[in-house]
């Protein structure tokens, strides 16, 4: 069963640069003007919090999902350790949010995303900060289904957060692991 995506902004293509002004992306748009980003009270796989992590002078794409996610998660996280491996990716990293805080703990997210590669990093927190997040991202997800066996919905789209911790543009599927490293070269190179 597929993930839904959920759309994430309707006509986020007009917020599309002045041609020059900002690179070029293939798959998707920077944000003329950054947003700011409250990641206050998440945390990451290690418990170390999320504030103390994003920004501090890299840029980072932020990947919304969950770990009982059967395929666009496992997938997308693939192609993102496959772009990262090749030449001119730069030295983006790549932080997975979990949106199902009751299944994800911070133990089990740091085992699932060090999987496809040992750099990754994942963040969870409590349900009502995750959607607040989420929220400021521009992205959404919802639970479907009741018990232990429901699925979570959600934006398939990665998110750029820019070297300041801001909420800078969008890469939307769909990937491939050429044009992820293309794009993260790009943003990885801007001053």
Do not use: E, I, K, S
């Given at each position: 069963m597929l993930c839904a995506c959920l759309a994430i902004a309707a006509g986020l293509s007009?917020?599309?640069?002045p041609q020059g002004a900002l690179p070029e992306l293939r798959s998707g748009v920077l944000l003329p003007r950054p947003r700011p980003l409250d990641p206050a009270g998440l945390v990451l796989d290690d418990g170390a919090p999320l504030a103390?992590?994003?920004?501090?002078?890299?840029?980072?794409?932020v990947f919304t999902g969950y770990t009982h996610c059967p395929d666009a998660c496992p997938t997308t996280l693939a192609q993102l350790a496959r772009a990262r491996s090749l030449p001119g990716a730069g030295g983006v990293r790549v932080l997975f949010l979990s949106v199902d805080p009751?299944?994800?703990t911070p133990e089990r997210l740091g085992l699932y995303v060090r999987h496809f590669d040992p750099g990754f990093r994942a963040a969870t927190g409590p349900?009502?900060?995750v959607a607040a997040f989420v929220a400021g991202l521009g992205a959404a997800f919802q639970?479907?289904?009741?018990?232990?066996?429901?699925?979570v919905d959600h934006s398939t789209a990665l998110i750029l957060v820019d070297p300041l911790g801001r909420l800078a543009g969008y890469l939307t599927p769909?990937?491939?692991p050429e044009t992820l490293a293309a794009d993260l070269g790009a943003v990885a190179a801007m001053p």
């Open positions: 007009r917020c599309q640069p103390d992590f994003l920004g501090r002078g890299w840029w980072t794409v009751g299944r994800d349900a009502g900060r639970q479907v289904g009741d018990g232990g066996n429901y699925r769909p990937f491939t």
